[in-house]
């Protein structure tokens, strides 16, 4: 038996007869649906980083954006670098050419995986002379039969392959949807609640399409990093790393460590291996869920304090005076948990639990200082709208 890889043929000789079978390697190409994991706003001539998901955990292949829809968005991507999903996700540029905001929905399809080697069939061996060659079972091969037969144990394995997939995308698509719709529904709920007081209808309609029409803006579902040049920095004088040990946690562990993934996976914390370690406890609120609460009195015991001033609450409402008729009040979800920490003091926030050691990519509650930087991100933030707009 000799084996051509470049012409792909195999040619076999038995009984002083030569016979040449080509290989076939049938190919059967998969598109694998990337949808939007949020809900983006592309304001003008903007590019932006999206968050992308597929139904599969992990796997890289090239990403294919759709022909006709979405035409007013470019993706910007290597054309010879595969998209690299893992955990389901991924991230893409997307760049906004027009003139006008845009608005990608969540779930949302933006494009496909080209896959073609998830269906891709075992290399069959064929011969034209329509009869199998005892040979061929002596090698381990699967007999040679018609040049356009195909082998039906391949076939089925194909057919299986492609239901797997096809079901797995329809489990996707169906969760997406029914996710999507309950973020349109918590959101809309919110919105509403924000009008419900307003008296006059017609007002009350504006505001509410306003609203609706920046309804991504309201969804507290998710937890969201600011994009800020005030990260939260943590100036201490010269000490040894204050370390504790975890305190325990009787009848809420398990609920804080389901609060602990939740936090993984939006970025919040990560975990670590800081020398530091100050412990964390389960705090309930009013409305009987739990807070995370990490002690740092050691750490504000060697922390410098930030000598910047908070607004007081009389001189804010002296400014307002007698020449405004309407007021509305602004409240951020977690505002703490959207402000940065500083890179290198990290390893700072680490908190301790009974089953790891993690550390705070955001601002945690009970950090001195911690009021004076969300001060500053929020002057910083509005000050273009400083003659309407204050900020306590």
Do not use: W
Not at 62 to 78: E, M, N, Q, T
Not at 79 to 90: E, G, V
Not at 338 to 347: A, C, G
């Amino acid at each position: 038996m000799n084996i051509n890889v470049k012409k792909q043929i195999v040619t076999l000789e038995l009984n002083n007869q030569r016979i040449t079978v080509p290989i076939i390697n049938t190919i059967k190409s998969i598109k694998i649906p990337v949808v939007s994991s949020n809900t983006v706003l592309l304001p003008p001539h903007s590019i932006q980083t999206t968050s992308v998901a597929i139904a599969i955990s992990s796997i890289s292949l090239p990403f294919v954006p759709p022909s006709s829809s979405l035409k007013h968005y470019k993706f910007i991507r290597d054309k010879n670098k595969a998209l690299d999903f893992q955990n389901y996700h991924s991230t893409i540029l997307v760049s906004n050419s027009k003139k006008n905001l845009e608005i990608i929905r969540k779930g949302a399809c933006l494009g496909y995986l080209l896959c073609s080697s998830l269906l891709q069939r075992p290399r069959i061996f064929y011969s034209s002379l329509y009869k199998s060659l005892g040979a061929t079972r002596r090698t381990g091969m699967i007999p040679a039969s018609s040049d356009f037969l195909t082998d039906k144990s391949s076939n089925d394995c194909s057919v299986s392959s492609c239901h797997t997939i096809i079901q797995l995308r329809q489990d996707f698509q169906k969760s997406v949807s029914n996710v999507t719709q309950l973020v349109v529904d918590v959101t809309l709920k919110t919105i509403h609640s924000l009008v419900d007081k307003i008296q006059d209808r017609q007002q009350k309609q504006n505001l509410l399409s306003l609203f609706i029409h920046f309804r991504g803006i309201f969804d507290t579902t998710k937890h969201n990093i600011a994009r800020t040049p005030i990260p939260h920095v943590i100036s201490t004088v010269p000490h040894s790393p204050p370390a504790s040990r975890p305190y325990p946690q009787r009848g809420k562990e398990e609920a804080m460590y389901q609060l602990i993934q939740e936090f993984l996976q939006a970025g919040l914390i990560t975990e670590s291996n800081s020398s530091y370690a100050a412990p964390a406890i389960f705090v309930k609120k009013t409305d009987n869920s739990f807070r995370l609460v990490v002690d740092y009195k050691r750490i504000k015991a060697i922390r410098i304090k930030d000598v910047s001033s908070l607004p007081n609450m009389e001189d804010t409402i002296q400014k307002l005076g007698k020449s405004f008729n309407y007021f509305s009040k602004l409240g951020l979800k977690s505002g703490f948990y959207q402000v940065p920490i500083y890179e290198s003091d990290k390893e700072k926030t680490a908190f301790v639990t009974p089953f790891g050691l993690y550390q705070f990519n955001v601002l945690p509650m009970g950090l001195r200082n911690s009021p004076p930087t969300f001060q500053k991100v929020m002057v910083d933030t509005l000050k273009s709208c400083r003659y309407f707009c204050l900020v306590y």
